[in-house]
């Protein structure tokens, strides 16, 4: 899961004109850049917030869908969700060791995390309350993860790029099984279509948001974009995420809750798309900014499992010290 | 005896939904994103097996029973774990010492379902013996690091070990059903397991520095549906969707 990466990325940098302009000849020479690669401090700044985010985003991810572990409705779902979890979990594990390689500490990452220093993405910041939430933020959230990754599969940082190819093979399953859950309850009881038009009701406009702010509102974008830490804008993202998945909403029998949504013509360039209705821009930033509903609640639920495993952690540590003393007073 | 065949079944099968039950209960809330990954990694092996068990003892049955069936629509009374794991996850070190209790016992248990006369059952020891391997070997690795760890570490597995241990007698007792399939050949005697698990454990106990637990009053009654009272609630949680929903499909 990946979203907002890039709100108050901080892309400026002091290097002088000539190591800058060999930089930027390497980047639009699409060569990759590795960790030992001289880089300006700026590049570095950026990957290391966007990618420590990617990785909270990936940790915080767990618990929305861990909510619904111990009640999964059946035992095939119920191992399939464990496992999804467990695939977050393990995408939170590659990405923060990429962002090791720019010389921050997995540490350091998740005590910015848990300070409020560092974001992640807010849409885990929204409760899920049915089984239905499940399937459409499988379907929804991963979807639009996907549609924010393919291209850093192509990022500039060789890294991030590798990790992510990985990664979206992972999204791209999970958003299947999210479809099929929606689909299985769209051919189920009258309660159960409810249930998962409740669902696409509550995640539409969240997913959305997703992409970040409009292409006007987003700072730090054009920095991004020529470094190829970005490949797209939030926009054309939206949109490419907006014209694959109303058709999928329709196949299912579910109504986009969007009651502005027209097919337009001239978008895309004359190749036509849906025009979606105003995006609820406060919603977005209250909640970015910690006033959703569960913002408080995620974040300590974070920080107890890390206070609460300090003593196991300090066990760990003080176990290896006692093992390497033994060994060397064996030799 | 394809009656007691099938509530032998039912007691394998409760074991591990109910063990995996708890351990998925850790995930996202591990001490470390290691254990955040490797505890639903055995959660899943046990859940495997448990889907396993459970369809295998509904074909015997014949009453069309599936799997779901038989892990959401039985109350507590009907559930036939051991009391040992749905014992609630306590600290890290209490979850670590019941998965080695656990797996210390089926690791013996399916070697030995290998000469099932039952093919399905040997096809799930097949598969389930090098899992729980590696759930001794992982478990085994964590108490010996609690136990010879640092003075809380050390303290608090101590407590796990006089909390548990009382739990581990009833994993060799056989049921009245269980006696009749371990004598018509087709489940593991459950009293032959316990010189290996004794081994497995002292080893695990030395290395940890965790002296062997006085006498204690052992418990037992899960085989006859007599349990704690965590159960209740793990089941009302895990059935209540499930239960909402009369014959719906998932």
């Known amino acids: ?331 | 005896m394809s009656e007691a065949f099938v509530t032998a079944l039912l007691e394998l099968a409760d074991d591990h939904l109910v063990l995996g039950h708890r351990l998925s209960e850790w995930c996202g809330h591990a001490p470390m994103l290691e254990e955040d990954l490797a505890l639903p990694n055995m959660a899943l092996d046990l859940i495997g097996a448990a889907r396993g068990l459970y369809a295998r003892a509904g074909e015997i049955e014949g009453k069309g029973r599936d799997e779901d069936d038989l892990a959401y629509l039985r109350g507590e009374r009907a559930y036939l774990n051991c009391l040992l794991v749905e014992r609630e996850n306590g600290d890290f070190a209490q979850t670590m010492l019941r998965q080695l209790y656990f797996a210390a016992f089926m690791e013996p248990y399916w070697r030995a379902a290998a000469s099932s006369d039952d093919p399905v059952l040997r096809g799930i020891a097949a598969k389930a013996v090098k899992e729980v391997a590696y759930h001794i070997r992982h478990a085994g690795e964590w108490v010996v690091r609690m136990g010879d760890g640092t003075g809380e570490s050390a303290r608090r597995m101590a407590e796990a070990v006089e909390e548990l241990h009382r739990f581990t007698d009833e994993l060799f007792f056989s049921s009245p059903a269980a006696e009749a399939a371990e004598a018509a050949g087709l489940l593991p005697v459950r009293a032959e397991t316990r010189g290996a698990w004794e081994a497995t454990i002292r080893t695990v106990f030395a290395e940890a520095r965790l002296g062997w637990p006085a006498q204690v009053w052992a418990q037992q009654g899960g085989r006859a549906g007599a349990h704690g009272e965590a159960l209740g609630h793990l089941l009302a949680e895990m059935q209540s969707l499930h239960r909402a929903h009369p014959g719906a499909a998932w």
């Open chain 1, 1 to 331: 899961m990946y979203s907002q990466g890039l709100i108050g990325a901080d892309g400026r940098t002091e290097e002088d004109a000539a190591f800058l302009a060999a930089f930027q000849a390497r980047i639009d020479a699409e060569e990759k850049i590795e960790p030992k690669d001289a880089m300006p401090e700026g590049y570095r700044r950026t990957l290391v917030r966007q990618i420590g985010q990617h990785a909270h985003s990936e940790i915080v991810g767990m618990l929305p869908e861990g909510n619904w572990i111990t009640r999964a409705p059946s035992l095939r779902r119920k191992a399939a969700l464990l496992a999804k979890v467990q695939d977050e979990g393990g995408h939170g594990l590659y990405l923060y060791s990429a962002a090791e390689t720019l010389g921050v500490s997995r540490e350091q990452m998740t005590e910015e995390l848990l300070s409020g220093k560092a974001k992640y993405s807010s849409i885990f910041n929204y409760p899920t309350l049915s089984w239905a939430d499940i399937g459409i933020i499988g379907w929804l959230v991963d979807g639009a993860a996907i549609m924010n990754q393919i291209p850093l599969c192509r990022c500039s940082f060789g890294p991030y790029a590798r990790a992510m190819i990985r990664v979206c093979k992972e999204e791209s399953f999970h958003q299947r099984q999210g479809y099929e859950i929606v689909m299985t309850l769209m051919r189920g009881t009258e309660a159960q279509k409810a249930m998962a038009q409740d669902a696409l009701d509550r995640w539409w406009w969240p997913a959305l948001m997703m992409f970040g702010p409009h292409d006007s509102e987003s700072a730090h974008s054009e920095q991004s974009m020529a470094w190829k830490i970005k490949r797209f804008s939030n926009d054309a993202l939206r949109q490419k995420f907006i014209d694959a998945t109303v058709p999928q909403a329709e196949f299912l029998g579910l109504k986009v809750p969007d009651p502005d949504m027209v097919w337009d013509a001239g978008l895309n360039d004359g190749q036509g798309g849906y025009r979606h209705g105003p995006i609820d821009w406060d919603e977005f930033w209250r909640v970015v900014k910690g006033g959703g509903v569960m913002n408080r609640d995620r974040i300590r639920a974070r920080r107890k499992a890390w206070e609460d495993g300090a003593w196991v952690r300090e066990a760990a540590r003080a176990h290896a010290l006692k093992r390497a003393a033994r060994k060397v007073a064996a030799e």
